[in-house]
């Protein structure tokens, strides 16, 4: 089974740029989407159902802002938006869907902002995310947690740690909130698998940081650790673009 998550920076963009011949050629199980910028009503019924998959919305009252998808060929048991926080869930950032064998969070973490305004914000929305998972690991379930969570967790996630410290997406407390969840039983897939430094998922187009591999690995695949012997690999598709940020994903047993 393969997964995939992908922030595509706008999704009807995505799709002048061959987002659905991407789509079928990699032909997923589930592919999980964050940045929609978009309201379903706003969607052709390619873009809504694509050949083979069931799709779900959750879309932020902001028009063009925000937004998260998920692309799916089996079906959840069941599925709900939002993480039951009205502050949150009125920016559309978060699905949540049960597979019976294991939860699925596909999740829009919020970005601190110019000048870590909205740093706060993201905090409570961590905070509050964390709550949520907790409750369905501790009634047993197994979960899978993938999206862009706007932060690097460690100097090995970024190309310019130092220069970042002051900034959002590097600070102390993300990085120590990071920390906090994964010492609670989360697992990065990919550091799971990869320790290498250089694998990066964002970059900066003003910069053109792309071509120079000046990145951020702010994209995850995280399980917990009573799911982790299902996890076969980890990966970055760092060669598809379409966006500022490239995909990423798992395949499972």
């Known amino acids: 089974m393969k997964l995939l998550s992908w922030n595509v920076n706008g999704i009807r963009a995505g799709e002048k740029k061959g987002f659905l011949e991407w789509l079928q050629k990699e032909s997923p199980d589930i592919l999980c989407v964050q940045e929609t910028k978009?309201?379903?009503?706003?969607?052709?019924?390619?873009?809504?159902q694509p050949d083979g998959y069931t799709s779900y919305f959750s879309a932020a009252e902001k028009k063009g802002y925000s937004?998260?998808?998920?692309?799916?060929?089996?079906?959840?048991v069941s599925f709900q938006e939002g993480l039951g926080v009205e502050e949150f869930d009125r920016e559309g950032r978060t699905l949540i869907l049960d597979y019976g064998t294991f939860v699925l969070f596909n999740i829009y973490y919020p970005n601190g902002g110019s000048g870590n305004k909205r740093v706060p914000f993201k905090m409570g929305f961590y905070d509050a995310f964390l709550k949520k998972a907790e409750a369905l690991k501790k009634q047993g379930k197994k979960i899978v947690v993938c999206g862009d969570v706007n932060t690097a967790h460690e100097e090995i996630d970024l190309a310019r740690p130092k220069q970042n410290e002051k900034n959002t997406g590097f600070l102390p407390e993300e990085r120590e909130w990071m920390n906090q969840f994964m010492g609670k039983g989360?697992?990065?897939?990919?550091?799971?698998f990869n320790k290498d430094?250089?694998?990066?998922t964002w970059w900066d187009y003003k910069?053109?940081?792309r071509e120079r591999n000046v990145g951020w690995r702010i994209d995850y695949f995280f399980v917990s650790k009573n799911f982790l012997s299902k996890v076969?690999?980890?990966?970055?598709?760092?060669?598809v673009t379409g966006s500022d940020h490239c995909?990423?994903?798992?395949?499972l047993n």
């Open 197 to 200: 430094p250089g694998h990066y």
């Open 207 to 209: 910069t053109k940081a």
């Open 247 to 251: 995909p990423v994903g798992i395949e």
């Open 232 to 239: 076969k690999k980890a990966f970055i598709l760092n060669d």
């Open 38 to 48: 978009c309201h379903p009503d706003q969607l052709k019924k390619n873009l809504l």
């Open 67 to 76: 937004g998260v998808a998920v692309f799916t060929k089996k079906p959840p």
């Open 186 to 192: 989360y697992v990065d897939t990919f550091r799971h």
